[in-house]
T-cell receptor
Framework: NAGVTQTPKFQVLKTGQSMTLQCAQD?????MYWYRQDPGMGLRLIYY???????DKGEVPNGYNVSRLNKREFSLRLESAAPSQTSVYFC??????????????FGSGTRLTVV | DQQVKQNSPSLSVQEGRISILNCDYT??????FLWYKKYPAEGPTFLIS?????DKNEDGRFTVFLNKSAKHLSLHIVPSQPGDSAVYFC?????????????FGTGTRLQVTL
């Protein structure tokens, strides 16, 4: 099925370890996003990529880096994981032509625990 | 600074009755408003949207109302069904151009009881 695919679905890291969360979409969308969801906080934007070759910080970028590898793929990297980064991470994509009437398409999420 | 607020963390409604979920915002630059539905262990899915030039948008059992002067929107679900039990997020975007960034509320958990 067309959509946004995230890997892995679950991950446990030790403090200080690094990892990369992968995201790929097959809808030919130009824009991609990384959000984190924490209890009582809703979804907060970490980084986004308006188009291939560009990335920008969102609301909570500290401790993260991103790479827009090509039009399909947008990865999120934690260089040195901290317990505060325990969260559920969602990748999303959207058309870039103002069709906010249909919003974003989200992946199913990565549940990350940092111990 | 929470620009999009959902003040009710949870709501319980009987099957067949109306569910009303509320959302307030503070940023007058928001142009587009959306509702997402989220089941456990799944990503949010788009439900319905409304642009700032309208005050109502309807899609089947779902209707979104926008009151710009009050900076308030609401989602009505009529009639409510058990399958509607989920967390509902409202979201807002300041403009509908390239990479419109959505700001989300904290969510309201709807429980539809038999």
């Amino acid at each position: 099925n067309a959509g946004v695919t995230q890997t892995p679905k679950f991950q446990v890291l030790k403090t200080g370890q690094s990892m990369t969360l992968q995201c790929a979409q097959d809808m030919n969308h130009n824009s991609m996003y990384w959000y984190r969801q924490d209890p009582g906080m809703g979804l907060r934007l970490i980084y986004y990529s308006a188009s291939e070759g560009t990335t920008d910080k969102g609301e909570v970028p500290n401790g993260y880096n991103v790479s827009r590898l090509n039009k399909r793929e947008f990865s999120l990297r934690l260089e040195s994981a901290a317990p505060s980064q325990t969260s559920v991470y969602f990748c999303a994509s959207s058309e870039s032509t103002g069709r906010m009437s249909v919003g974003y398409t989200f992946g199913s999420g990565t549940r990350l625990t940092v111990v | 600074d929470q620009q999009v607020k959902q003040n009710s963390p949870s709501l319980s409604v009987q099957e067949g009755r109306i569910s009303i979920l509320n959302c307030d915002y503070t940023n007058s630059m928001f142009d587009y408003f959306l509702w997402y539905k989220k089941y456990p262990a799944e990503g949010p899915t788009f439900l319905i949207s409304i642009s700032s030039i309208k005050d109502k948008n309807e899609d089947g059992r779902f209707t979104v109302f926008l009151n710009k002067s009050a900076k308030h929107l609401s989602l009505h679900i009529v009639p409510s069904q058990p399958g509607d039990s989920a967390v509902y997020f409202c979201a807002a975007s300041p403009w509908a151009g390239t990479a419109s960034k959505l700001t989300f509320g904290t969510g309201t958990r709807l429980q539809v009881t038999l």
